[in-house]
């Protein structure tokens, strides 16, 4: 499946937001996902469905000075 993530075309076979991640190899800790403009809150990553040309952020804190 094609999804847009952070504005690219991205093809996965995640079907949940943790599946994306895991597949990304994204630590969950300072991770922030929106899917369509709506922030997922970490509790449901596991639950969250992605469709065909979802558009997915996903953003992570750096640390830094």
Do not use: H
């Amino acid at each position: 499946m094609i999804l847009i993530l952070n504005g690219q075309p991205y093809d996965t076979a995640a079907d949940t937001v943790a599946q994306l991640l895991k597949e990304k190899d994204i630590a969950p800790d300072g991770t922030a996902v929106a899917v369509a403009e709506q922030v997922i809150p970490r509790s449901q990553w596991d639950t969250t469905p992605l469709n065909e040309g979802a558009a997915v952020e996903i953003l992570t804190a750096v640390q830094g000075g």
